[in-house]
């Protein structure tokens, strides 16, 4: 099975590798979403009905769909828009999300009940029922999908921060550092950052997949991104009819999808202890 | 034991809180008349005539500085007065009982499903840890965890439904419209608590107490039965208290792709026909029942790992 | 009490343990016999644990036995798996180190105690039960048997696994590290525990790196170094008259064997603290204590753990505030000229930060020249290399010697030692010890030093302050 050699388990240096063939996937997949819009020329909205459900390999590189629109620019405009939402949506709520926390950390006290209070707030329901909620104000617009996603995912930062720093701040080489006559920008570079630096990326990959499965789940249930946006959830669902006689054509944003959660799940996996 | 039920109860209340003031601001920013709108809310659409929606103005005194209605609002939403439904007229609570049915069914069915998946494959892989069935397992779960829910719905339809003809691809009634939604669902839950298990065991079989067991001469099978099992299962259920977030979005999601009749099918409805009593019920009862199932798990941890009961 | 299995003789006759490496135990023989335990001492490492898994039949499987250990005449490297197994808990019971750990977390006491009866000894389940409150009752814990482990201290933990020792009624008990994690105070009483299991009958084999736990057990010592039995006789004989070159230095580093040399104090009053009283809660550390650093002198601060030592340290340095009480420290010396050690060495350097990276950062922060921290590298015997590893790649003697140098850096006037030489082996210790009371003697330096270790602080301090504990 080739699965099985490219997952292989638990032991240091095979899981390593697993790491690497995700940061690759993961630098393929980028180049893809970056270049690929830009190096091929075809419009993803351009619609040749004459060409409804080309082939793969003929006039069209990745053939067309039930529109004749060319699916690899179409593919390559969704990894785009995949990519960059992620990505912009995981910097919306990490930078956010580290700060509160470190500060949390720091001044403990009635800031910390406050983000506390905040946190408990969004986590009271599904990150997901949230996004719905805020998609309510305007169903297949870009702004509250991004907003609401923001708002899920910080936490996920804000408590990994909070925590992480809490524990550090209580342990003897903070004191003694102080003692020491270090003052808090020091100790925050040398003491704090090289401990959470590794868990906000682990995080950080994370929450790029979450929002890229949440962003393409949307989609597919027609309250994220409407058609005729080139999004690879609404192109699965839009193509899904004619899987009988196009069924790579159904495939393959699919796969798109899938390659891109894998590569950053598998980046984002760490040696456990 | 008090204090986490405290804790969901509050948990309860934010949530009534967060839906609601998201669907008062919701009614308000709309286009259109508010007034026309929040009177076939709450009375029906018989109430749309517009000498009518004059007189549902000052009744409900919208007139009235904002945080009055708002409060107002609250308090019809705490008693359970969900309105009517703009697009069929219904009371909302109506169509709430028939759709909380076929979700609870259906995420009673998931749970089920993948606690008889999940921990099997996870305990299949800990007996052996880097054995096939460790190895295949993880690649089942790094491949299961990779897809979305929606896709691995869809796939799973593909198979039964349309190539194999087994089970129908949509619809509600039996076991056989069940099985797909829950499938799917059982599918992803399993993906992650079969991990989890094996690292249970993995840890368990490791732990001092568990060799203790043994060097004071107590056969295999009861060092298993009387130390193994109850302490590999605290992690799995604990961990099942994060899965209910998976499992909650699960269930929207596989329902409005499988076109299942429960309430998140009927949320990704109100919300594409901007029929806010229908989003602000079902939203609320999709986040009840996530606290329903965290309370269920906070339960389940408390009464196998003592530790947790001290407080 | 059951009465054990009466067992006449366990003999190890050139027993070798080998790794695929090599041997890693070689040719050790010892015998124990009733009414005389045998106690194993030596470092980490030294592979006197090896030598009780192979009598438990508990060794790693990559690891394999050679030589001969009879129990009352049977083999016990020769027997199967499965023969070994059967001993288990009937003939050998083994007390595990940091018995807390080793009770399942998830089960009561009294059950935990009853299953030995109920499926090793065969009893109906409700004579098991009355059995097991038996056991828990010979070892104190009669009320104890509804508490889950997590309710129970250290030392009562302890005590269940020696009742679920009894309830298996084997006659031979391996104790290994039985002072791990344990206060100080309560090796006491651990100890007198044991010397009881002795004179019920059984045979007792321990494993210890602490030499006043052999001291306390008397009977047979046997000190092992790199996997060789380097001394062994009758505890009186080894403990005073080491004949092996390791052993001497082992026994020289024991506080008690020191001979008494305390600075003299040679300045001021440089901190003083007046009616210091702190309270956690309602739990009241201590009231009313004055005390007094001079320049110079070593100060002791003497007492159980949760008296409060190391808290009434932290006052001073002014990390922590008194409830009542103020400390006088002398204006016109900076704070930085304040400094502290820590108990845990590790745990006081960052954990990511190369040691030449935190005192380069120090130098430059200070304005101080590196010829500085190269010089007291040299005092100090701290290799060059060192500087190039993390905290965690460094032994913890060596640490906390770079931990005084850090301090000196500062030309500090006064250092709070809070337990630092507990978690360290005698002979680094010793190092420690010695460098603490050179820097004293060169530099005027005021010590506090907070210690469990009487016969420590007896030695070293020019004045010793007792604190009690006090139970609410």
Same mark, same amino acid.
Not at chain 2, 134 to 163: C, E, H, K, N, Q
Not at chain 3, 250 to 273: C, E, I, K, N, Y
């Given at each position: 099975?080739?699965?099985?050699?490219?997952f292989?388990?638990? /032991?240091?240096?095979r899981?390593?590798?697993?790491?690497?063939?995700g940061?690759?996937?993961?630098?393929?997949?980028?180049a893809?979403a970056i270049?690929?819009?830009?190096?091929?020329?075809?419009?993803?909205?351009?619609?040749?009905?004459?060409?409804?459900?080309?082939?793969?390999?003929?006039?069209?590189?990745?053939?067309?769909?039930?529109?004749?629109?060319?699916?690899l620019?179409?593919?390559?405009?969704?990894a785009?828009?995949?990519?960059?939402?992620?990505?912009?949506t995981?910097?919306?709520?990490?930078?956010?999300?580290i700060?509160?926390?470190?500060?949390?950390?720091?001044?403990?006290?009635?800031i910390?009940?406050?983000?506390?209070?905040l946190a408990?707030?969004?986590? +009271?329901?599904?990150?997901?029922?949230?996004?719905?909620?805020?998609?309510?104000?305007a169903?297949?617009?870009?702004g509250?999908l991004?907003l609401?996603?923001?708002?899920?995912?910080?936490?996920?930062?804000?408590?990994?921060?909070?925590?992480?720093?809490?524990?550090?701040?209580k342990q003897?080489?903070?004191?003694?550092a102080?003692?020491?006559?270090?003052?808090?920008?020091y100790?925050?570079?040398?003491?704090?950052?090289?401990?959470?630096a590794?868990?906000?990326?682990t995080?950080?990959?994370?929450?790029?997949?979450?929002?890229?499965?949440?962003?393409?789940?949307?989609?597919?249930?027609?309250?994220g991104?409407?058609?005729?946006?080139?999004?690879?959830?609404?192109?699965?669902?839009e193509?899904?009819?004619y899987?009988?006689?196009?069924?790579?054509?159904?495939l393959?944003?699919?796969?798109?999808?899938f390659?891109?959660?894998?590569a950053?799940?598998?980046?984002?996996?760490?040696e456990?202890r | 034991?008090?204090?986490f039920?405290?804790?969901r109860?509050?948990?309860?209340?934010?949530?009534?809180?967060?839906?609601?003031?998201?669907?008062f601001?919701l009614?308000?920013?709309?286009?259109?008349?508010?007034?026309?709108?929040?009177?076939?809310?709450?009375?029906?659409?018989?109430?749309?005539?517009?000498?009518?929606?004059?007189?549902?103005?000052?009744?409900?005194g919208l007139?009235?500085?904002?945080p009055?209605?708002?409060?107002?609002w609250?308090a019809?939403?705490?008693r359970?007065?969900?309105?009517?439904?703009?697009?069929?007229?219904?009371?909302?609570?109506?169509?709430?009982?028939v759709?909380?049915?076929?979700?609870?069914?259906l995420?009673?069915?998931?749970?089920?499903?993948?606690?008889?998946?999940?921990?099997?494959?996870?305990?299949?892989s800990?007996?052996?840890?880097?054995?096939?069935?460790?190895?295949?397992?993880?690649?089942?779960?790094?491949?299961?965890?990779?897809?979305?829910p929606?896709?691995l719905?869809?796939?799973?339809?593909?198979v039964?439904a349309i190539?194999?003809?087994?089970?129908p691809?949509?619809?509600?009634?039996s076991?056989r419209?069940?099985a797909?939604?829950?499938l799917t669902?059982?599918l992803g839950?399993?993906a992650?608590?079969?991990?989890?298990?094996?690292?249970?065991?993995?840890?368990?079989?490791?732990?001092?107490?568990f060799?203790?067991?043994?060097?004071?001469?107590?056969p295999?099978?009861?060092?298993?039965?009387?130390?193994g099992?109850?302490?590999?299962a605290?992690?799995v259920?604990?961990?099942?208290g994060?899965q209910?977030?998976?499992?909650?979005?699960?269930?929207v999601?596989?329902?409005?792709?499988?076109?299942?009749?429960?309430?998140?099918?009927?949320?990704v409805?109100a919300?594409?026909?901007?029929?806010?009593?229908?989003?602000?019920?079902?939203?609320?009862?999709m986040?009840l029942?996530?606290?329903?199932?965290?309370a269920?798990?906070?339960?389940?941890?408390?009464?196998?790992?003592p530790?947790?009961?001290?407080? | 009490?059951n009465?054990?299995?009466?067992?006449?003789?366990?003999?190890?006759?050139?027993?070798?343990?080998h790794?695929?490496?090599?041997?890693?135990?070689?040719?050790?023989s010892?015998?124990?016999?009733?009414?005389?335990?045998?106690?194993?001492?030596?470092?980490?490492g030294?592979g006197?644990?090896?030598?009780?898994?192979?009598?438990?039949?508990?060794?790693p499987p990559?690891?394999?036995?050679?030589?001969?250990?009879?129990l009352?005449g049977?083999?016990?490297?020769?027997s199967?798996?499965?023969?070994r197994?059967?001993r288990?808990?009937?003939?050998?019971?083994?007390?595990?180190?940091?018995?807390?750990?080793?009770?399942?977390?998830?089960?009561?006491?009294?059950?935990?105690?009853?299953?030995?009866?109920r499926?090793?000894?065969?009893?109906a389940?409700?004579?098991?039960?009355t059995?097991?409150?038996?056991?828990?009752?010979?070892?104190g814990?009669?009320?104890?048997?509804?508490?889950y482990?997590?309710?129970?201290?250290?030392?009562?933990c302890?005590?269940?696994a020696?009742?679920?020792?009894?309830?298996?009624g084997?006659?031979?008990?391996?104790?290994?590290?039985?002072?791990?994690?344990l206060?100080?105070?309560?090796?006491?009483?651990?100890?007198?525990?044991?010397?009881?299991?002795?004179?019920a009958?059984?045979l007792?084999l321990t494993?210890?790196h602490?030499i006043?736990?052999?001291?306390?057990?008397?009977?047979?010592?046997?000190?092992m170094?790199?996997?060789?039995?380097?001394?062994h006789?009758?505890a009186?004989? =080894?403990?005073?008259a080491?004949s092996?070159?390791?052993?001497?230095?082992?026994?020289?580093? /024991?506080?008690?064997?020191?001979?008494?040399?305390?600075?003299?104090?040679?300045?001021?009053v440089?901190?003083?603290?007046?009616?210091?009283?702190?309270?956690?809660?309602?739990?009241?550390?201590?009231?009313?204590?004055?005390?007094?650093?001079? +320049?110079?002198e070593?100060?002791?601060i003497?007492?159980?753990?949760?008296?409060?030592k190391?808290?009434?340290g932290?006052?001073?340095l002014?990390?922590?505030?008194?409830?009542?009480?103020t400390?006088?420290?002398?204006?016109?010396i900076?704070?930085?000229?304040?400094?502290?050690?820590y108990?845990?060495?590790p745990?006081?350097?960052?954990?990511?930060?190369?040691?030449?990276?935190?005192l380069?950062?120090? =130098?430059k922060?200070?304005?101080?020249?590196?010829d500085?921290?190269?010089?007291?590298?040299?005092r100090?015997?701290?290799?060059?290399?060192?500087?190039?590893?993390?905290?965690?790649?460094?032994?913890?003697?060596?640490?906390q010697?770079?931990?005084?140098?850090?301090?000196?850096?500062l030309?500090?006037?006064?250092?709070?030692?809070?337990e630092?030489?507990s978690?360290?082996d005698?002979v680094?210790?010793?190092e420690?010890?010695?460098?603490?009371?050179?820097v004293?003697?060169?530099?005027?330096?005021?010590?506090?030093?907070?210690?469990?270790?009487?016969?420590?602080?007896e030695?070293?301090?020019?004045?010793?302050?007792?604190?009690?504990?006090?139970?609410?």
């Amino acid at each position: 099975m080739s699965i099985e050699t490219a997952f292989p388990s638990a /032991d240091r240096p095979r899981r390593l590798s697993a790491r690497t063939i995700g940061a690759a996937l993961l630098l393929a997949l980028a180049a893809f979403a970056i270049l690929g819009p830009w190096l091929i020329e075809a419009d993803p909205a351009r619609q040749d009905l004459g060409a409804s459900l080309a082939p793969i390999g003929g006039a069209y590189l990745l053939g067309a769909d039930h529109y004749g629109r060319s699916l690899l620019a179409r593919l390559a405009h969704g990894a785009r828009l995949s990519f960059g939402m992620a990505f912009l949506t995981m910097m919306t709520a990490a930078l956010p999300g580290i700060f509160f926390g470190l500060v949390a950390a720091w001044r403990g006290g009635w800031i910390e009940r406050m983000f506390e209070l905040l946190a408990n707030i969004v986590l +009271a329901l599904p990150g997901l029922m949230l996004v719905l909620l805020l998609l309510a104000f305007a169903p297949g617009n870009f702004g509250p999908l991004y907003l609401g996603l923001a708002l899920t995912l910080w936490v996920e930062f804000y408590r990994v921060t909070r925590a992480t720093t809490a524990t550090i701040l209580k342990q003897p080489h903070i004191e003694a550092a102080k003692l020491l006559g270090f003052g808090p920008g020091y100790i925050l570079r040398n003491h704090v950052v090289p401990v959470i630096a590794p868990l906000i990326a682990t995080l950080a990959a994370f929450a790029m997949a979450t929002a890229i499965i949440a962003i393409s789940t949307l989609s597919a249930i027609s309250v994220g991104l409407q058609p005729p946006t080139p999004e690879l959830g609404s192109m699965i669902v839009e193509l899904l009819p004619y899987y009988a006689e196009a069924p790579v054509h159904v495939l393959l944003p699919a796969v798109l999808i899938f390659l891109l959660v894998l590569a950053l799940q598998l980046v984002a996996q760490r040696e456990t202890r | 034991m008090r204090r986490f039920l405290l804790a969901r109860l509050v948990q309860a209340g934010v949530v009534a809180v967060v839906v609601g003031t998201l669907c008062f601001v919701l009614m308000r920013v709309l286009p259109g008349d508010a007034a026309m709108r929040i009177a076939a809310g709450r009375y029906g659409p018989d109430a749309m005539i517009a000498g009518a929606a004059e007189k549902v103005r000052q009744e409900l005194g919208l007139d009235q500085p904002w945080p009055v209605q708002f409060l107002e609002w609250l308090a019809n939403l705490v008693r359970f007065d969900l309105g009517h439904s703009l697009v069929t007229g219904a009371p909302v609570i109506e169509e709430l009982k028939v759709q909380l049915g076929a979700s609870l069914w259906l995420a009673a069915a998931a749970l089920l499903l993948s606690l008889l998946i999940g921990p099997a494959i996870g305990i299949v892989s800990g007996l052996r840890p880097n054995g096939w069935a460790d190895r295949l397992g993880l690649a089942g779960s790094v491949t299961l965890r990779a897809l979305p829910p929606f896709m691995l719905g869809l796939i799973l339809m593909l198979v039964f439904a349309i190539w194999l003809g087994w089970l129908p691809p949509a619809g509600f009634g039996s076991w056989r419209e069940l099985a797909l939604p829950s499938l799917t669902l059982a599918l992803g839950l399993a993906a992650v608590s079969s991990r989890v298990t094996r690292e249970a065991i993995a840890t368990v079989a490791k732990a001092p107490y568990f060799a203790f067991a043994r060097h004071k001469g107590l056969p295999e099978a009861a060092v298993v039965r009387r130390h193994g099992l109850r302490n590999a299962a605290i992690p799995v259920v604990s961990y099942l208290g994060l899965q209910a977030i998976y499992l909650v979005e699960g269930v929207v999601v596989v329902e409005s792709i499988l076109a299942y009749p429960g309430i998140g099918h009927a949320l990704v409805h109100a919300i594409v026909e901007r029929d806010i009593p229908m989003v602000q019920g079902t939203a609320l009862a999709m986040g009840l029942i996530f606290v329903a199932v965290t309370a269920g798990v906070d339960a389940a941890s408390a009464w196998l790992d003592p530790r947790l009961r001290r407080a | 009490m059951n009465a054990p299995t009466r067992i006449h003789d366990l003999s190890i006759a050139d027993l070798s343990v080998h790794s695929r490496a090599g041997p890693i135990v070689r040719d050790v023989s010892l015998s124990l016999q009733p009414g005389r335990p045998l106690t194993l001492l030596g470092e980490s490492g030294s592979g006197k644990s090896l030598v009780a898994q192979a009598v438990m039949g508990t060794l790693p499987p990559e690891l394999t036995a050679s030589g001969a250990i009879r129990l009352d005449g049977a083999d016990l490297i020769a027997s199967t798996p499965d023969e070994r197994r059967k001993r288990w808990g009937r003939a050998i019971s083994l007390l595990p180190q940091e018995p807390w750990l080793a009770l399942d977390p998830t089960m009561r006491i009294g059950p935990q105690v009853a299953e030995v009866h109920r499926f090793v000894r065969r009893q109906a389940a409700q004579r098991s039960e009355t059995l097991a409150h038996e056991n828990l009752r010979d070892v104190g814990l009669d009320h104890a048997s509804a508490l889950y482990p997590f309710q129970m201290s250290g030392g009562m933990c302890q005590r269940a696994a020696i009742a679920i020792a009894h309830a298996g009624g084997s006659g031979l008990l391996i104790v290994d590290e039985p002072t791990k994690g344990l206060d100080a105070d309560l090796r006491d009483s651990v100890v007198a525990r044991l010397i009881e299991e002795v004179d019920a009958g059984r045979l007792l084999l321990t494993i210890t790196h602490d030499i006043g736990v052999a001291r306390a057990l008397g009977g047979t010592v046997g000190i092992m170094l790199e996997g060789r039995l380097v001394d062994h006789g009758p505890a009186e004989q =080894v403990l005073m008259a080491p004949s092996h070159p390791y052993s001497q230095a082992l026994l020289s580093a /024991d506080p008690r064997s020191w001979v008494r040399s305390a600075p003299v104090p040679s300045g001021d009053v440089m901190l003083a603290g007046r009616g210091l009283a702190k309270a956690f809660g309602d739990h009241t550390l201590f009231e009313d204590v004055d005390v007094e650093v001079r +320049a110079g002198e070593i100060v002791s601060i003497v007492g159980p753990s949760g008296c409060g030592k190391t808290t009434l340290g932290n006052i001073l340095l002014g990390l922590v505030e008194p409830d009542a009480g103020t400390v006088e420290r002398r204006k016109d010396i900076s704070l930085l000229r304040f400094q502290k050690l820590y108990q845990d060495p590790p745990a006081a350097f960052p954990p990511h930060q190369a040691i030449r990276k935190g005192l380069r950062d120090l =130098v430059k922060l200070h304005r101080r020249r590196w010829d500085e921290v190269e010089t007291l590298l040299a005092r100090f015997q701290l290799q060059n290399a060192l500087l190039d590893r993390l905290p965690g790649q460094i032994s913890g003697g060596e640490l906390q010697r770079f931990a005084i140098l850090r301090a000196l850096l500062l030309d500090p006037v006064f250092l709070f030692a809070d337990e630092a030489t507990s978690r360290l082996d005698p002979v680094s210790q010793k190092e420690v010890v010695d460098v603490l009371l050179e820097v004293a003697r060169d530099t005027g330096l005021g010590v506090l030093l907070v210690t469990h270790d009487r016969a420590l602080a007896e030695k070293i301090s020019t004045r010793t302050v007792m604190l009690a504990r006090r139970d609410t």
